[in-house]
């Protein structure tokens, strides 16, 4: 089991920048693939971006693509989300989630997800 915190969450106007930050606790951080999902008012949680616990693998929604990254640093147990030209769309609470290493690929569904955190909002005005 991994503990996680995120942070970095807040108001920016449309088309500004925010980084994410997931800081994980716990043993084997580096054993973990990790995710940020969202979710917005009235809508259920969604996939964003998911890395690989090497770090070797990367997979996003199609909503964020080009705009959004993501990456991790296992030495500092944390992942990041660094999110560039922001729409008043991508207003919602983020989650981080991990997910123990099974398989050959990222995994962008939720119930693969055991650990979560709990959350950061980001605010997007137009």
């Known amino acids: 089991q991994v503990q996680l915190v995120e942070s970095g969450g807040g108001l920016v106007q449309a088309g500004g920048s925010l980084r994410l930050s997931c800081a994980a606790s716990?043993?084997?951080?580096?054993?973990?693939?990790m995710g940020w999902f969202r979710q917005a008012p009235g809508k259920e949680r969604e996939f964003v971006a998911a890395i690989r616990w090497s770090g070797r693998n990367t997979d996003y929604a199609d909503s964020v693509k080009g705009r959004f990254t993501i990456s991790r640093d296992n030495a500092k147990n944390t992942v990041y989300l660094q999110m560039n030209n922001l729409e008043p769309e991508d207003t919602a609470v983020y989650y981080c989630a991990a997910r123990w290493a099974l398989g050959s690929t990222v995994s962008s569904q939720i119930k693969e997800y055991n650990d979560w955190g709990q959350g950061t909002q980001v605010t997007v005005s137009s």
């Open positions: 716990g043993r084997r951080f580096s054993s973990y693939d």
